[in-house]
């Protein structure tokens, strides 16, 4: 049995640990060069330095790319397109080392007629940055830079299959956008806004804009990364009390600010102001609905400098009407520009046109941020904001698809266990498998776990590159064992385990003996499977939904569970029942092809002999 624990780095280049494997160059694409050091006899735990992110055979354009890899390194400077407005210090670091070509408002057809003749690429959210770009490239393109966070406008898969690095400028707005936070929340319980537009129209309105002291009040912050913890930091300045919601905060972090961490429920239910720092994903969608808005205290204020999808907006135009909600400072929208908007004309609105990053400040720190990136990658380095993979030698993703698949889910539903409130912070993965730890190479299918316990929610994107430096960002640790199995050596790994230490579950059944969330699964003609809950045995395939219930072993159960589902139209695509004794408890495992709706689970859970379920999305 091999342990071993994912090693952080200072350096900006990331430096994938081999995990005491020899290196074989089937591991690596043929551009990825190792260092003159080592050799079969170099000691265990060296580290393999990736010095370029493209693959040349792959490539579609194989002669061009060669080529112009060459270039790289050539005595010619590369050329660099800027195609939306930059700051000075950023273009003057990109000059000094590039030919810089800074062409604004380009047409599509005119950008493509471009670049073709350009190495690095760089952006702002203006221009669309889409498949027939990379093709008008022929194979020359190597980096495309966001200069901010959101890359909606580039296509990702395109940029991977045609050997192109993706980086982005994720960390130079945060102050800019926590302070834009705290001046909504003053000009919002200050009537700043309304009070200003009032005097210009000639009116001297004393008594109607009185406000609201923000001493002593609470503030809850759903979302505690990087903006909303500057966010508390500026709030505990003003005397309030803040507290926090967020799946992945570590609790010794928020306590050394003076912030507490509760639940979703506790801290909206609880708080006379709330500010919104979480990313928009489908979890996160519309998460502000009536429901919502229902279990918050009347009068509460609200603020949002995150996404605009993330709030219901119909839902606050009632919540506001009603007094629920008394005010509502917003600086992002479902839509932007908003069109029509009864929210933005709202007497109780504050309302600001996606300002929170747009400080002088700010748009130099992105300007530079973004240029360092794209300067490091074009010099061979793999930036620690890189977006998508390098590609993987195709006979290793070949072997590792379905376990990459696997380790993904797995890592989903272990996520989905968490308990509300619980700050996940140590993730055990286990491997089971008859060979060598020395020819295992578990680097893609560790990514893919972080994938799937981050991505759900969270806006980050998990690849092979940023996995682990993404992990440890958010205060996660992520540690590794091998463990012989007496398996045919010709699977890479006979099962894999993943365990969440130091957490609550919402499905105690999950528990394992050492109080450890513990999901494990293996792929079963070609096919990834669940194979184990906490300490039940299950088999079933890992596709659609997952309900899971703890029950009594007892005759009719999955005939009575699968009526409820069957009479309110859910499809029932497999069942698997685990027991630890015959006619003690038993856990049923139920794929669904649709999301049973609230009512219909509650009729689960109203079953006699159900004592706990959860359901799960994969």
Same mark, same amino acid.
């Given at each position: 049995?091999?342990?071993?624990?994912?090693?952080?780095?200072?350096?900006?280049?990331?430096?994938?640990?081999?995990?005491?494997?020899?290196?074989?160059?089937?591991?690596?694409?043929?551009?990825?060069?190792?260092?003159?050091?080592?050799?079969?006899?170099?000691?265990?735990?060296?580290?393999? @330095?990736? @010095?370029?992110?493209?693959?040349?055979?792959?490539?579609?354009?194989?002669?061009?790319?060669?080529? $112009?890899?060459?270039?790289?390194?050539?005595?010619?400077?590369?050329?660099?397109?800027?195609?939306?407005?930059?700051? /000075?210090?950023?273009?003057?670091?990109?000059?000094?080392?590039?030919?810089?070509?800074?062409?604004?408002?380009?047409?599509?057809?005119?950008?493509?007629? %471009?670049?073709?003749?350009?190495?690095?690429?760089?952006?702002?959210?203006?221009?669309?940055?889409?498949?027939?770009?990379?093709?008008?490239? %022929?194979?020359?393109?190597?980096?495309?830079?966001?200069?901010?966070?959101?890359?909606?406008?580039?296509?990702?898969?395109?940029?991977? !299959?045609?050997?192109?690095?993706?980086?982005?400028?994720?960390?130079?707005?945060?102050?800019?956008?926590?302070?834009?936070?705290?001046?909504?929340?003053?000009?919002?319980?200050? $009537?700043?806004?309304?009070? /200003?537009?009032?005097?210009?129209?000639?009116?001297?309105?004393? $008594?109607?804009?009185?406000?609201?002291?923000?001493?002593?009040?609470?503030?809850?912050?759903?979302?505690?990364?990087?903006?909303? =913890?500057?966010?508390?930091?500026?709030?505990?300045?003003?005397?309030?009390?803040?507290?926090?919601?967020? *799946?992945?905060?570590?609790?010794?972090?928020?306590?050394?600010?003076?912030?507490?961490?509760?639940?979703?429920?506790?801290?909206? &239910?609880?708080?006379?102001?709330?500010?919104?720092?979480? *990313?928009? @994903?489908?979890?996160?969608?519309?998460?502000?609905? /009536?429901?919502?808005? &229902?279990?918050?205290?009347?009068?509460?204020?609200?603020? $949002?400098?995150?996404?605009?999808?993330?709030?219901?907006?119909?839902?606050?135009?009632?919540?506001?009407?009603?007094?629920?909600?008394?005010?509502?400072?917003?600086?992002?929208?479902?839509? !932007?520009?908003?069109?029509? =908007?009864?929210?933005?004309?709202?007497?109780?609105?504050?309302?600001?046109?996606?300002?929170?990053? =747009?400080?002088?400040?700010?748009?130099?720190g992105v300007a530079v941020e973004i240029a360092e990136a794209v300067v490091g990658a074009l010099q061979g380095e793999l930036s620690a904001t890189a977006v998508n993979a390098p590609m993987v030698a195709?006979?290793?993703?070949?072997?590792?698809?379905?376990?990459?698949?696997?380790?993904?889910?797995?890592?989903?539903?272990?996520?989905?266990?968490?308990?509300?409130?619980?700050?996940?912070?140590?993730?055990?993965?286990?491997?089971?498998?008859?060979?060598? *730890?020395?020819?295992?190479?578990?680097?893609?299918?560790?990514?893919?776990?972080?994938?799937?316990?981050?991505?759900?929610?969270?806006?980050?994107?998990?690849?092979?590159?940023?996995?682990?430096?993404?992990?440890?960002?958010?205060?996660?640790?992520?540690?590794?064992e091998r463990v012989f199995a007496n398996s045919s050596p010709g699977c890479p790994f006979d099962s894999i385990q993943v365990q969440i230490s130091n957490v609550k579950s919402k499905f105690a059944s999950?528990?394992?003996?050492?109080?450890?969330?513990?999901?494990?699964?293996?792929?079963?003609?070609?096919?990834?499977?669940?194979?184990?809950?906490?300490?039940?045995?299950?088999?079933?395939?890992?596709?659609?939904?997952?309900?899971?219930?703890?029950?009594?072993?007892?005759?009719?159960?999955?005939?009575?569970?699968?009526?409820?589902?069957?009479?309110?139209?859910?499809?029932?695509?497999?069942?698997?029942?685990?027991?630890?004794?015959?006619? %003690?408890?038993?856990?049923?495992?139920?794929?669904?092809? !649709?999301? *049973?709706?609230?009512?219909?689970?509650?009729?689960?859970?109203?079953?006699?002999?159900?004592? !706990?379920?959860?359901?799960?999305?994969?």
């Amino acid at each position: 049995m091999i342990a071993s624990t994912v090693p952080s780095s200072s350096k900006s280049s990331i430096n994938l640990p081999t995990y005491a494997t020899p290196f074989k160059s089937s591991f690596l694409p043929s551009s990825f060069s190792v260092p003159p050091r080592f050799s079969p006899s170099t000691p265990r735990f060296q580290y393999l @330095t990736i @010095t370029n992110v493209l693959k040349t055979e792959d490539s579609p354009n194989l002669s061009s790319t060669a080529s $112009n890899l060459d270039s790289i390194f050539s005595n010619s400077k590369p050329t660099i397109l800027v195609s939306e407005k930059l700051g /000075d210090a950023g273009l003057d670091l990109l000059k000094s080392f590039a030919n810089v070509d800074c062409s604004y408002n380009l047409s599509p057809d005119d950008l493509c007629s %471009k670049i073709s003749m350009c190495d690095a690429l760089i952006v702002r959210s203006g221009t669309k940055v889409n498949r027939q770009v990379f093709e008008a490239a %022929k194979g020359r393109l190597k980096v495309v830079g966001r200069a901010g966070v959101g890359i909606d406008n580039v296509d990702l898969q395109a940029a991977t !299959e045609f050997g192109c690095l993706v980086v982005n400028a994720p960390t130079a707005n945060t102050i800019a956008a926590a302070e834009h936070a705290i001046a909504l929340l003053s000009a919002m319980a200050r $009537n700043v806004a309304q009070a /200003d537009a009032s005097m210009k129209a000639g009116k001297w309105q004393r $008594n109607k804009y009185v406000g609201v002291s923000m001493v002593g009040k609470t503030l809850a912050i759903m979302g505690f990364g990087k903006v909303g =913890s500057e966010v508390a930091r500026r709030a505990k300045g003003l005397g309030m009390h803040v507290v926090a919601h967020d *799946p992945y905060a570590p609790a010794d972090r928020a306590r050394a600010i003076g912030v507490e961490l509760i639940s979703f429920d506790q801290a909206i &239910s609880t708080a006379d102001f709330i500010s919104l720092h979480m *990313p928009l @994903t489908p979890t996160t969608s519309k998460v502000f609905n /009536d429901e919502t808005f &229902s279990k918050m205290k009347k009068g509460v204020r609200i603020i $949002n400098v995150a996404r605009g999808g993330v709030i219901d907006e119909d839902a606050l135009l009632k919540a506001l009407d009603s007094g629920v909600v008394a005010q509502a400072a917003l600086d992002v929208f479902t839509e !932007e520009p908003p069109k029509d =908007s009864k929210l933005v004309h709202h007497e109780n609105v504050t309302a600001t046109p996606h300002l929170g990053a =747009s400080t002088k400040e700010a748009q130099e720190g992105v300007a530079v941020e973004i240029a360092e990136a794209v300067v490091g990658a074009l010099q061979g380095e793999l930036s620690a904001t890189a977006v998508n993979a390098p590609m993987v030698a195709p006979e290793v993703l070949s072997e590792l698809a379905p376990y990459v698949a696997l380790t993904e889910k797995l890592g989903r539903l272990a996520v989905q266990l968490v308990a509300g409130g619980s700050g996940i912070k140590s993730v055990k993965v286990v491997y089971r498998s008859a060979r060598d *730890p020395d020819d295992l190479d578990t680097r893609l299918v560790r990514a893919m776990i972080v994938k799937g316990i981050i991505e759900p929610i969270s806006d980050s994107i998990i690849n092979l590159v940023n996995a682990d430096f993404i992990a440890k960002q958010k205060g996660l640790q992520i540690s590794e064992e091998r463990v012989f199995a007496n398996s045919s050596p010709g699977c890479p790994f006979d099962s894999i385990q993943v365990q969440i230490s130091n957490v609550k579950s919402k499905f105690a059944s999950a528990l394992s003996d050492n109080d450890e969330i513990s999901v494990e699964g293996r792929v079963k003609y070609g096919t990834p499977h669940l194979t184990r809950v906490g300490s039940f045995g299950v088999d079933v395939s890992l596709e659609g939904n997952l309900i899971l219930c703890r029950q009594v072993d007892q005759p009719g159960m999955i005939g009575m569970v699968g009526g409820i589902l069957g009479m309110n139209n859910v499809n029932v695509s497999f069942m698997s029942v685990g027991r630890t004794v015959r006619g %003690k408890k038993a856990i049923m495992a139920i794929g669904v092809d !649709e999301e *049973p709706d609230k009512s219909t689970l509650k009729k689960i859970g109203d079953v006699a002999a159900v004592e !706990e379920f959860v359901f799960l999305g994969l």
